[in-house]
């Protein structure tokens, strides 16, 4: 059964740094990841996927990389603004399937002014 | 307006009355999903459809039913609500064939009492 799990469960950065979110999950036989972003109250929206076969994935100011072989993934978001401030979350998928969808919990990301 | 909707956006029924929420996509997805949102567990699949009428199961489907007569239409129907079944449900569709990338509603959100 896939399992994602997301470190830190919630951070709080400055405007303008550049930072890290974290996605592990546990079956790394998937053929592709999800990043969505969720503002409070709000329906999830898509920010990247990522393919098994591409290493990272890029829009805008948020990168995402995949490393299969050790089940990680990665959310860079550069130069983050306030606008930035939401809950971050990461699925992969399960069951051999490219759609059901497992999610991690989240990471509550908070960027002050 | 084209995208996926989702009705009512808040439901308050009492335990053992039958509740449906509806769902519904303009873009002609193939794969539609319903996925329910709690603390502590996060986004939990519920159901999902390949095409109309075809629907299968996820991960927590027991007290649910659900039927796809058409393509853009995706009703969950809560047979005899309970109270574990308070929740926020979130509807997604996908084009998968094209891309995996799911497409989330804006959610309902359904108190049991």
């Known amino acids: 059964k896939q399992e994602v799990t997301q470190i830190p469960a919630a951070l709080s950065v400055p405007e303008g740094e550049n930072l890290v979110l974290n996605c592990s999950f546990t079956?790394?036989?998937?053929?592709?990841l999800q990043w969505f972003r969720q503002d409070p109250g709000k329906g999830l929206t898509s920010l990247l996927l990522i393919q098994s076969s591409q290493r990272e994935q890029t829009s805008g100011r948020l990168n995402a990389s995949l490393d299969k072989s050790s089940g990680r993934s990665t959310l860079y978001i550069a130069a983050s603004q306030p606008g930035d401030s939401a809950t971050y979350l990461c699925?992969?998928?399960?069951?051999?399937?490219?759609?059901?969808?497992?999610f991690g919990k989240g990471t509550l990301l908070t960027v002050n002014p | 307006d084209a995208g996926i909707t989702q009705s009512p956006r808040y439901k308050i029924t009492e335990t053992g009355r039958q509740v449906t929420l509806m769902c519904h996509q303009t873009?002609?997805?193939?794969?539609m999903f319903w996925y329910r949102q709690d603390l502590g567990h996060g986004l939990r699949l519920i159901y999902y459809s390949a095409a109309a009428d075809i629907t299968d199961k996820g991960e927590v489907p027991d007290g649910y039913v659900v039927s796809r007569s058409k393509t853009e239409n995706f009703p969950l129907t809560l047979e005899s609500a309970t109270r574990s079944q308070t929740s926020v449900y979130f509807c997604?569709?996908?084009?998968?064939?094209?891309?995996?990338?799911?497409?989330f509603g804006p959610g309902t959100r359904l108190t049991v009492l």
């Open positions: 873009w002609s997805h193939s794969y």
């Open positions: 997604a569709s996908s084009p998968l064939r094209d891309s995996p990338q799911q497409f």
């Open positions: 079956d790394s036989a998937i053929y592709n």
């Open positions: 699925a992969a998928p399960s069951g051999g399937s490219n759609y059901k969808l497992t």
